[in-house]
C-alpha cells in the first residue's frame, strides 16, 4: 500500500515517515495488515538534505497543497491511506487570513475529494487540534463533546475540517479520523510561527545554551504530549477498526497539563541530572501571543482517547530526557 503525508518534511510528519518505515504495514483496504510499499512526504519545500531514517520506499515531494491537481496526483492509487498535517498555524493564520483559508481550508478539500475519488474507503488522518476550542463560554476542561468555539482562524479551518471529515465518512467516501492535538513538545530546530511555539522552546533554546525569551506569564497552563506518542497517536488512531469511533471522528489526544513554572521546573531536573548547564529563560510577555494563548483550553479530557487505547507521556521529565536523547546526546 501507498502512504501520503502532507505537511511531511516537518517535525511530526517526518517522525511518522520515520516510525512507518520502521513498522513496514499498516491497515489497508482488505482490512488486514498490508506492506507498505511506498511513502511519499508531501510539503512545500524539500530539505536541502534527505532526513535520516528513511529508505528508498520514501520520495519527498514538493509542492502547493492548494493545487487540486497537485495533490490528486499524489492520492493516486486505490490502496493509499493520508495522513493530512500540512496546515498554516495559528500565529501566522492571524497574520495572513487569506493563505490560511487557502492551504488550510483549499488544500484540505483536494485532500478529501481525491481520497473520494478512489475505489473503496481510504483511511485518511487529519491533524486537527484544540485550538478548534474557545470564546467565553468554553469551560475549563474541554472535551470531545465541547462547543468548538474558536477565537483564532487556524481553530475555524480545524473545525471545519473535522466537520466535513465527519461528512465524507458518513457518505462512505472515506474512512475519516481526526486527531485534536494539544500542544506538542519538544521541537528541535528553530521557533516557528505557531503561538505555542514557546513550549518548545523553553526546553530546547535553555538545553542548548542559549536564552529564551518566554513570550507569556509562568501561571499560563497548557496541555502537552511529547512527540514520541504523538507519532504514536496518529499511527494507533488510523490502526482503530472502522466502527471504533462512531459518527463522530475526531478525538482529543491524550495530554497533561502544565504551568510554564512546571516547565521550567521539569527542566531544571533533568538538566541536573544530565549535567547539562542551562541558558537563561527570560520574562518578556507579548500581547498578541499572550491574547492568543488565552483564548486556548488549559486542561483537555482525553477520556475517550484513553478508552481507544491511545498513549500518554509518563512524565513531563520523560519527555525532556526524549529529547536529550534524541537530538542532543552524539549516536553511539
Known sequence: MKVVITGGTGFIGLNIGRALVRRGTLTGPSGAQEPIDSIVLFDAVTPPERPSGLDDRVS??????????????????DDTSVFHLASI?????????????????????????ALRA???????????????????????????????????????TKTIMELLINDYTRKGFLDGRSARLPTIIIRPG????AASSFCSGVFREPLGGQECILPVTRDTQMPLLGYRNTVAGFIGLHELAADALGDDRAVN?????????????????????????????IDRPDPQIQAIVRTWAAKADDSRAQALGLPIDESLDRVVQDYIDDFLKPAA
Open 60 to 77: 519527498i515531494v514538493a509542492g502547493d497543497i492548494s493545487d487540486r491537481d497537485t495533490v490528486f496526483g499524489l492520492v493516486d492509487r
Open 89 to 113: 498555524v495559528s500565529g501566522h493564520g492571524e497574520q495572513d487570513f487569506d493563505l490560511a483559508l487557502k492551504v488550510n481550508l483549499d488544500g484540505g478539500r483536494h485532500v478529501l475529494e
Open 118 to 156: 478512489r475505489a473503496g474507503s481510504p483511511r485518511l488522518v487529519f491533524a486537527s487540534s484544540i485550538a478548534v476550542f474557545g470564546g467565553a463560554a468554553m469551560p475549563d476542561v474541554v472535551g470531545d463533546d465541547t462547543k468548538q468555539t474558536a477565537r483564532t482562524t487556524y481553530g475555524v
Open 190 to 193: 528553530k521557533p516557528n510561527a
Open 253 to 281: 489526544l491524550r495530554s497533561r497539563p502544565y504551568t510554564v513554572v512546571e516547565m521550567v521546573a521539569a527542566l531544571e531536573r533533568v538538566a541536573e541530572a544530565n549535567r547539562i548547564p542551562l541558558g537563561p529563560v
